[in-house]
Structure formats: C-alpha cells, structure tokens
C-alpha cells in the first residue's frame, strides 16, 4: 500500500505548525521522519491518521481518501502504535489485542475462531503469548507497547504509523519494537528520535525542520554532520559503523 500525503498545513490560531508538507510511502516502505522537539512531526503524524484535520491537504492510502473516508473504513487499511499509552480501566492483555479486530466488525458482533487465530499469531509476533492473561496495568512500559503493537497486528492494517514508539523504551525494547514492524513486510511511516534506529530501519528519510521538509533522501546521503548540526544545533562527525556497515555519530558535547 502506498501513502500519499500532499501539501498538507496546520495551523493552531495564528501560528502554522505544519507548512505545505508532502510526504510519500512507497508499498512495503519504510519511511522515517525525523528532526528535533517541537519540528511538528507528531502533529503531520496525527494529520495523516485523522486524530486532527488538517486546514489544506490531502492524504490518499492507494485510492483511498482518508480525508474523506470514514474511521472504520480507515482503520481497516491504516493502524497507529504511539508513544503514550495509559488506560483508566484494565483488560487482560489478550483482551487489548483483541480490540484490534474491531474495525473488521459489525457493531456487538462477537468474536469469531479467525478473531482469536489472529490475536494468537500477533502474540506470538510480539513475545506475549505467555502474558495473555496478565493484567495490561500490572505491566512495563516497554512490555505495554508491546501489547500496543500486538494489537496493531491483529488489526491487520497494510500500513503503519509510528508515533515516536521507542521514545522512552531502553535499548533492547526499541529494537524488538522496530525489528518486528521491519519483519511485517508492510508499509510503514515512523517518527523517531534515535538517528541510529533511523539508520538501521530506514528506507527514506525526512528530515523536518520548523514544520517544513528540510532534506528527504536516503538516510546515508541526508545524514550529513551539517545536516545534523542544522537541526540539533549539535555538531556531528558521521563515520562508518565498522562493525554493522552502517553510518554512526559521533556528538561533540
């Protein structure tokens, strides 16, 4: 599935927030957008999923109009695995993961074999077949998002968006969440804050800078040290990992 997402402007009272931003995700893509605190890219994020309108814009999924089209038919092609994810009530883990089949349902229809199948296969993608009992309050951040993600899978979407996801996860929980999207063959665009992680899952960068696209490109011709500087205020020296093959930084302090 293929995101198109044109000339998109966000304005919050007099002040724009997103200025005249494209975005493109190629089928089985995946596409990474980053830049500082503040650059905007939560908020074309939430543009594109619809959590806000955008005042100009247009986002298609393929021939889809998401813009136009209704939540449920949305959801169908399109999930959203964020970075804050509390709850006032509590739901056995496989209880959460079931929820992502919703979309695929009538109103109060119950859940069917092929429901549970597939919850038992996002489960299992995610390393949570042994917490489906657990309580999802009782649990971790890291091990929440997770139960996040699962029910993303079960919701079967063709593409994914990624809000900041790995935000305030500790080293190994990132790379188990970015490695198990990776494996899902699917279109996938991610906010992200970690350069490496960028790097390392990234077809196709932008690089966002005071809610405009500063540079797009891959990440080892974007992920220059003036670029880095130009938007981290910090200044960089890139090398090549000589264990992974793969740019690394260097942050002068």
Not at 40 to 60: A, E, N, R
Not at 233 to 239: A, E, F, G, K, N
Request: charge should be negative.
């Amino acid at each position: 599935m293929e995101l198109t997402a044109e000339k998109i402007e966000v304005k919050r009272g007099k002040k724009e927030i997103i200025k005249n931003i494209s975005v493109f995700v190629k089928d089985k893509q995946f596409v990474g957008l980053i830049g500082p605190n503040g650059c905007g890219k939560s908020t074309l994020l939430k543009s594109i999923y619809k959590s806000l309108i955008p005042q100009s814009g247009s986002v298609f999924l393929d021939d889809l109009d998401v813009l136009k089209s209704s939540e449920k038919k949305v959801s169908q092609r399109l999930g959203v695995v964020g970075q804050f994810n509390e709850m006032n009530f509590d739901l056995t883990v496989e209880q959460m993961v079931l929820l992502g089949r919703t979309p695929h349902k009538k109103l109060l229809e119950p859940d069917k074999q092929d429901d549970y199948q597939i919850v038992e296969e996002a489960l299992r993608r995610t390393q949570l077949l042994e917490y489906r009992r657990r309580s999802y309050l009782s649990l971790s951040g890291g091990e929440k998002q997770r139960v996040i993600l699962a029910r993303t899978i079960a919701q079967e979407p063709q593409l994914m968006v990624l809000d900041e996801p790995t935000n305030h996860l500790d080293i190994r929980h990132q790379f188990e969440i970015l490695s198990c999207v990776k494996q899902l063959g699917i279109s996938v665009l991610a906010a992200l804050h970690d350069l490496e992680l960028a790097v390392a899952y990234c077809d196709y960068v932008y690089a966002i800078k005071d809610g405009e696209v500063y540079a797009h490109g891959k990440p080892e011709e974007v992920l220059t040290s003036e670029l880095i500087e130009d938007l981290y205020q910090i200044r960089c020296q890139t090398y090549v990992n000589p264990v992974t093959h793969r740019l690394g930084f260097a942050y002068e302090l």
